[in-house]
């Protein structure tokens, strides 16, 4: 009778382990989901417009950024929080102007940080120009009518490369996003952003 109970109890067993794993691997693949579909990767080239036009009507935030740029990488933290904070209001965008770091290289990077934004290949550096951008991090700010109303520093952390503050002091696109949100000019138009120099300018 023992022998008759356990031989059944083996397919029980099979299909509750079955069952079992299947709902894991379920579990996983849902719950990682929305951190694949945030970190889309896009590449452009020749014209920024459409990438503008496809958020007209919501404040969009580039922020230049490259995988090897120390400065960059210690913004990463700050810039999810921005995300989180201003999520409702504006749509973030990291964007990598350098043309050398590939695909791979950057969605390694995107996972390492932990970052939950769309990413940008700027390959013709369309977006650079239509920002003046110049050095990474650096952040470009388009009001909901698509003018670009802030580019610069995101903050005053560092005053020189290799020279930062315990803490900044102004927090010029944390204003320029409130000010756009409200549909008022930002305090600051422009500042010079400290970090890694865009290579290939024109």
């Known amino acids: ?6 031989g059944n109890s083996d397919p ?19 719950g990682f989901y929305p951190l694949l579909s945030r970190q889309t990767m896009t590449d452009i080239h020749g014209s920024a417009d459409e990438v503008l036009a496809q958020g007209r009507g ?17 913004y990463a933290p700050l810039l999810q929080e ?5 999520g409702q209001q504006a749509s973030f965008r990291l ?9 791979d290289k950057i969605r390694h990077y995107l996972r390492e940080y932990n970052y939950q934004l ?8 369309a977006l650079v120009k239509k920002t003046m951008a110049k050095a990474t991090p ?8 698509g003018q670009l109303v802030y580019h610069g520093r995101i903050d005053n952390l560092y005053e020189h490369i290799g020279q930062s503050r315990r803490a900044a002091t102004t927090h010029e696109l944390a204003e320029a996003i409130e000010a756009a949100s409200k549909g008022l000019t930002p305090p600051v138009s422009a500042t010079e952003a400290v970090g890694c120099f865009i290579s290939d300018l024109e």
């Not at 921005?82 to 201003?86: A, G, P, Q, T, W």
Request: glycine share 0%; charged share 30%.
């Open 82 to 86: 921005m995300n989180k904070k201003y």
């Open 118 to 125: 769309p990413a940008i290949r700027d390959l013709d550096h």
């Open 12 to 30: 029980f067993r099979i299909f509750f382990f079955a069952r079992t794993t299947i709902a894991v691997a379920l579990a996983c693949l849902f």
């Open 138 to 145: 650096e952040a470009a700010v388009f009001d909901a009518k």
């Open 58 to 74: 919501r404040i969009l935030v580039f922020v230049f950024v490259r995988t090897d740029c120390p400065i960059s990488n210690r």
């Open 95 to 103: 964007v990598f102007p350098d043309k050398t770091e590939s695909t």
């Open 1 to 6: 009778m023992r022998e008759s109970l356990r």
